[in-house]
């Protein structure tokens, strides 16, 4: 079964404004991380954040993790038409490290 | 430096053939992982292995053989094909931060 939810499953928006989409789990973890999918090939890793870290930013990326209520948000903020893709959040926990991965929300960004 | 590379990129089988999907990673990663992809359900792993000589069931194993005899190459073995395991099949190599290969898209007849 599937460890992480993404809410929303869809999202289209206007170039330039900002993207949230949110993820929920189920079992503690170690970390959790945010990977891209454009159509059609393999996904690239975005962001990391630890079960002890609470907000880390990279470039236009900003992540939150609530341990507490099992959730984490990836906002994209003035967003392009290359933005465009599914984003996935990944859970990792116990000592085998397993990626879990959620199922996904998929981005379109109108120029 | 490639990263992950897989092989063939599409597959058709018929029901009943077998087949091996084969990865490489060139990064000297201990930790490799195979998942499927199906529509609207994102990624599920089938086998990982956390160096040479270990492996281990993920969540939908069944159906599908691994070995790790070099810390290089993780190939996925389809030992009796079936309709069901027509998927986009991805690599990936390292542990917190992973790193996928292009994937392969097999159908199954």
């Known amino acids: 079964s599937q460890q992480g939810e993404e809410d929303p499953q869809a999202l289209s928006i206007q170039e330039g404004e900002n993207a949230t989409m949110n993820c929920s789990y189920k079992t503690s973890i170690n970390n959790l991380q945010w990977y891209r999918q454009n159509s059609g090939r393999g996904l690239v890793h975005l962001i990391l954040?630890?079960?002890?870290?609470r907000e880390k930013h990279s470039g236009r990326l900003r992540v939150t993790l609530d341990t507490s209520k099992k959730s984490s948000s990836l906002l994209i903020t003035a967003s392009r038409a290359a933005d465009t893709a599914s984003y996935f959040c990944?859970?990792?926990?116990?000592?085998?490290?397993?990626?879990?991965f959620g199922t996904g929300t998929r981005l379109q960004v109108f120029p | 430096n490639a990263g992950v590379t897989q092989t063939p990129k599409f597959q058709v089988l018929k029901t009943g053939q077998s087949m091996t999907l084969q990865c490489a990673q060139d990064m000297n990663h201990e930790y490799m992982s195979w998942y499927r992809q199906d529509p609207g359900m994102g990624l599920r792993l089938i086998h990982y292995s956390v160096g040479a000589g270990i492996t281990d069931q993920g969540e939908v194993p069944n159906g599908y053989n691994v070995s790790r005899s070099t810390t290089e190459d993780f190939p996925l073995r389809l030992l009796s094909a079936a309709p069901s395991q027509t998927s986009v099949y991805f690599c990936?190599?390292?542990?917190?931060?992973?790193?996928f290969g292009p994937g392969t898209r097999l159908t199954v007849l």
């Open positions: 954040i630890r079960s002890n870290e």
């Open positions: 990944a859970t990792s926990g116990g000592v085998t490290d397993k990626l879990i």
């Open positions: 990936a190599s390292g542990r917190n931060t992973q790193y």
